[in-house]
């Protein structure tokens, strides 16, 4: 190193070339982040304008007709959003106490921190397995595995109406029982990171005056952590409204309206795996309006998640 | 400055509450105290005071069983509440802390109304005379019920910081507790709300023992009947680790008056901590 | 010793415990039963099948009553060459986007709109990603010409991709210290080399970690794939393959699942396995470069 300090800095004022390089950087980055912007504009826009013809030809009655008929181009698809929407709601009823429990075990010291964190991991594993492994499985191993209760409780239980078809295979009730288990990992990581996330020193609150465990958990520890697990279940709910291929396998594909949670059903994502490849004509713009349908049910349901984590995290 | 040996006991005029034998306890490897001997006598103001990171609040969270709360503590020797050890596998932790209450550094109300943070604590531990007028009695003598009374229904968190230590002093009598542990219950606190407090633990010394960490000399020094000195010491293991002790323990007048240890008087005339 | 502080089994309260204990174990049991069925009935009964020829065959078409269903080769291919090409789409687009969210977003309506289409795009159902692919790109024929192939599969699976990649890059580098941040642009680095060769490089392994996430979910997508990439029953060949329909793990587990034929099934939990192989691969990668990241924190 020379001494002589002058002459050393010559870069004192910055040249053109670097000046042009951050600036591009810049507009580059933004530019990216602007795909996001024009990516969901776009698909919303794409899925609008594509379902716009069978909108104004079909109105409000293509939500509670169910005949789907290309021949007489008679299009309703209440068969399919009912079956999306009985689907997720029961799917996410059995996944809730499931799921909360769980992350209850995980969090708090139940059992001894290494099984926890082998609980744990195992269910992020579960999240890994693609849904259609989940479908196939669903078809070979737990359907058949299943039809013999399914076909008591139709036996002794046929009067209600949601149990009065003979269980023949794929249907609403195994479709339902997978989305379960697709649900399951993001209810329990979500509940599991809010209930980390409650401040330890309103868990020492709780077992200070003398709160069993059971009752500082209820009481006060998940309350505290509701407004995440809330959150997280709306996204589950969003996510089974949505999931396609492993339902789309169990679930039977049946055109026809039934009660039944034995029969086969339908639900909008099933229906467009099944039909969109090879549908034309007025097919493909009714098909697009059962996509638009199922995207207002989950972009209704994902801002809603992300209201309810706000807003009710203000109150903690 | 060594610890091995108990230190000599000068209160056996008074009733034990809790005593600590030979009480070792540990973070993750990493000792926090050790080979304490020390008597609590029964119905009086104990002041735990000495440098921060001695292993103050180790000592008075392990007297309830809060420090079962962190996975990685680990203690040794034994402590003794009315004639059984509290570390005994037979023990319940919860009963330990129905009996022996604690109010924390930082106030920690319940995100509940100010009625519910004093009613939960009544209920769960079995409480079936009349609520409104426990929730009032614990709340006055807590001396926090005139600023309360007309918002019994408000969040809890939304009281003053001051009020809302007193109202967790308040949800701690109101489970009726043998003993009281206190960990800075001041420290967060304005001059006002802390005199304000100090009055409270006036008022409660006649019917509970109190223990109570304070960084504050002048509050040992005025709510106090018997002060513990603890410090800190290196250990050799090479990472600049330390150690608490008990260096001196006596009546407070002696503490501050007439220390044994000279590191006492050192501590006590501000010279370090 | 004092009879109170007993811990005494049969009180109301302690057997409420002991219940909710039990009611929550059980629950624990019954979510990760699942996976351990799904993953021994994956390991044995495509586990079975393993063999060389699996790798270098090419799967048969169904209908025929053979005794094998030929091997998967091509769809372990495909797999590879869609999910590639995904990656270069939706890596750079991905970690440009985190970067303007960690580093040059001021908190204005522009980037918490992007903020919330992050969130919302990562809540699009997959199978509007293929719709919206299939409307704009496949039948329109806008690349060359063709319609179904590689290219609009890679293109579909990118959508799904985006949201991962854009929030984690933007988490990581929002754990980077302010700091170290300030001390570059205190001695006169431009943004640019700030971030390169700062921050950047600090958030690298979480960046990283998400990016392995956001592969190993589209690995295993069919859902976008049935009409974009759709299927084939042959070898790439060559760079045409890039405009041409492509075999894929997951489409043919799908097509093979529902086949009536017993050796095409069995194809099904063979590429089953392989396919499960891989994700598990990817995830526990990304977990553990997680891990040491938080380690060194
Ligand atoms: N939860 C904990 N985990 C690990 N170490 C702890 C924990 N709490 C306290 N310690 C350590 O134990 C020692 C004593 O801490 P503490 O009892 O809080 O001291 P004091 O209350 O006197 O300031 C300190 O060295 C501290 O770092
Ligand atoms: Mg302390």
Known sequence: MSNDQSGQYELRRRTDSERFLDRAFRDLSITMASVVAVLLIGIFLFVFSGAFESIGRYGLKYLVTSEWNPVSDQYGAFNAIYGTIITSLTSICVAVPLGIGTAIVITEDILPKKIRETIGLMVELLAAIPSVVLGLWAIFVMEPFLRPIFIAVNHYFGWFPFFSTKPIGPGIMPATLILVIMILPIITSISRDSLNQVPLPLREAAYGIGATRWSAILHIILPAAISGIAGGILLALGRAMGETMAVTMIIGNSLNFNWSLFAPGNTISAMLANQFGEADGSQVSSLMYAAFVLMILTLSVNIAAQYIVKRLSLKY | MNTSAPIENLISKEKIAIAFENVSISYGGNEAIKNLYLNFPKGKVTALIGPSGCGKSTVLRAINRMNDLIPDCKIKGRIFYEGSDLYDPNIDPVEVRRRIGMVFQQPNPFPKSIYENIAFGARINGYSGNMDKLVEKSLKKAAVWDECKDKLNKSGCSLSGGQQQRLCIARTIAIRPDIILMDEPCSALDPISTLKIEETIHELKNNYTIIIVTHNMQQAYRISDYTAFFNAENVDDGEGGKVGYLAEFNETETIFGSPKQKITKDYISGKFG | ?297
């Open chain 3, 1 to 297: 010793m004092n009879q109170d502080l007993i811990y005494k089994k049969s009180i109301k309260r302690n057997i409420i415990e002991f219940l909710l204990n039990t009611i929550a174990i059980t629950f624990t049991f019954i979510v990760v039963l699942p996976l351990v069925l799904v993953l021994f009935y994956v390991l044995i009964k495509g586990g079975e099948q393993l063999n060389f020829a699996l790798f270098t065959q090419l799967p048969e078409p169904p209908g025929d009553d053979l005794l094998s269903a030929g091997g998967i080769g091509n769809a372990i291919l495909g797999t590879i060459i869609v999910t590639t090409i995904a990656s270069i789409i939706a890596i750079p687009i991905g970690v440009g986007g985190g970067i303007y969210l960690a580093e040059y977003a001021k908190g204005g309506s522009f980037s918490k709109f992007i903020r919330f289409g992050t969130n919302i795009l990562s809540g699009i159902p997959s199978i509007i990603a293929g719709v919206f692919i299939y409307g704009t790109i496949v039948s329109t024929k806008i690349i060359f010409g063709s319609s179904f192939s590689s290219l609009a599969g890679g293109m579909a699976l990118s959508i799904l991709m985006l949201p991962t990649i854009i929030k984690t890059t933007d988490e990581g580098l929002k754990l980077v210290s302010d700091n170290l941040r300030k001390g570059a642009l205190c001695v006169g680095a431009s943004k640019f080399t700030t971030i390169t060769s700062i921050t950047l490089p600090t958030a690298f392994r979480p960046i990283v970690t998400g990016i392995l996430l956001a592969v190993a979910r589209a690995a295993g997508e069919t859902a976008p794939l049935i009409f974009t990439a759709l299927f084939s029953f042959y070898w790439p060949q060559g760079s045409e393959s890039f405009l041409e329909p492509i075999a894929s793990l997951s489409v043919l587990i799908y097509n093979f699942a529902l086949e009536p034929y017993k050796a095409q099934n069995e194809l099904a939990w063979a590429a089953s396995f392989i396919l499960i192989i891989l994700l598990l691969f990817l995830n526990l990668l990304a977990r553990y470069l997680n891990k040491l990241t938080i380690q060194n924190k």
